[in-house]
Nanobody, 123 residues
């Protein structure tokens, strides 16, 4: 089982990044996908999640209207489009897979995790 994030980097405030999560080793369309982030000295927090079929999405209040989660079950990938980035979005971003149709914002509900990708937003 593997989840590999990509697309992180350094961007100025107001800019955009698109994170991708490539999955392998499990039946992708049976798993909800979540994006989480962890800033230094802070707990890991849920950013967004999408149900296994893509029919349902959820967002943290802090990113609503700025971030968009999507998935392509045929390509076995999930994406997080991040627009209007703010310095407080700076963190390591992780994708995670949960063996359920349903999303969850609780990291303990997820079965598999990627290694993370750094996102840094400068002011």
């Amino acid at each position: 089982v593997q989840l590999v994030e990509s697309g992180g980097g350094l961007v100025e405030a107001g800019g955009s990044l698109r994170l991708s999560c490539a999955a392998s080793g499990f039946t992708f369309d049976e798993y909800a996908i979540g994006w989480f982030r962890q800033a230094p000295g802070k707990e890991r927090e849920g950013v967004s999640c999408i149900s296994s079929t893509g029919g349902s999405t959820n967002y943290a209040d802090s990113v609503k209207g700025r971030f968009t989660i999507s998935r392509d079950n045929a390509k076995i990938t999930a994406n997080l489009q991040m627009n209007s980035l703010k310095p407080e979005d700076t963190a390591v971003y992780y994708c995670a897979a949960r063996r359920s149709w349903y999303c969850s914002g609780d990291p303990y509900d997820y079965n598999y995790w990627g290694q993370g990708t750094q996102v840094t937003v400068s002011s």
